[in-house]
């Protein structure tokens, strides 16, 4: 079992993830999906969350070995930015959606310095526009940022697209693609709902049940 699949069936297993074709569950962007993705969840379970805690250490380390420090992206980022910033005893900041409007006003807590080089933490990318605002904010700071690592990735093309012209390369742990694969395996979706769920990804925007 290939690390990717591995993570995606730690996320069915304690719900994280949760199919739903036939009853689509509603974003808070508007669109309809047959997917919903809670990592949130993953924080609850103590073996699960070493395990992808693990994971997330591997691939920051082999795909950006010369990174100074971790940034998480406020909320669902921080805990696990914090967590392999402690196990890769590398500095950890992270970011607010928008600046304090109390206090300093700041919109990157912790300690950074001009030029240091960051790996932004993300729990998941669905059109990629909230983990690149959070790149643009790290850079106007001044810092450099050497790419980017999710828990889960939807894997829309919109999301490739604007990374791609963002010069921001990214890795994700597991992705939409095998989820579904492992679904069908597990006999957790028939080939009726295959069709739907591939449908949803390739215009997700306009998918209507």
Request: proline share 5%; with cysteine; charged share 25%.
């Amino acid at each position: 079992m290939n690390n990717k699949k591995a993570v995606a069936e730690k996320l069915l297993q304690i719900n994280a993830i949760k199919l739903s074709p036939d009853k689509p569950f509603t974003w808070a962007s508007g669109w309809k999906s047959p997917i919903y993705c809670d990592n949130r969840k993953i924080l609850s379970f103590p073996f699960i969350r070493d395990f992808i805690k693990s994971e997330m250490c591997n691939v920051i380390s082999e795909s950006f070995a010369e990174a100074d420090l971790l940034a998480g992206v406020a909320t669902a980022g921080i805990p696990w930015g914090a967590m392999a910033a402690d196990h890769l005893k590398l500095p950890f900041i992270y970011v607010r959606p928008k600046p304090k409007e109390h206090g300093l006003g700041n919109q990157i807590e912790g300690n950074y310095e001009n030029g240091m080089k960051v790996v932004v933490i993300e729990d998941l990318i669905s059109t990629g526009k909230s983990s690149l605002d959070v790149v643009k904010v790290l850079k106007t700071s001044g810092l450099e940022v050497d790419g980017l690592v999710s828990i889960f990735n939807y894997g829309f093309k919109e999301a490739d697209q604007a990374f791609k012209q963002a010069n921001i390369p990214y890795k994700t742990l597991t992705d939409y693609e095998t989820l579904i694969v492992l679904a069908i395996e597990k006999g957790i979706v028939s080939a009726n709902e295959e069709k739907t769920l591939l449908d949803w990804k390739e215009n997700p925007s306009n998918w209507h049940r």
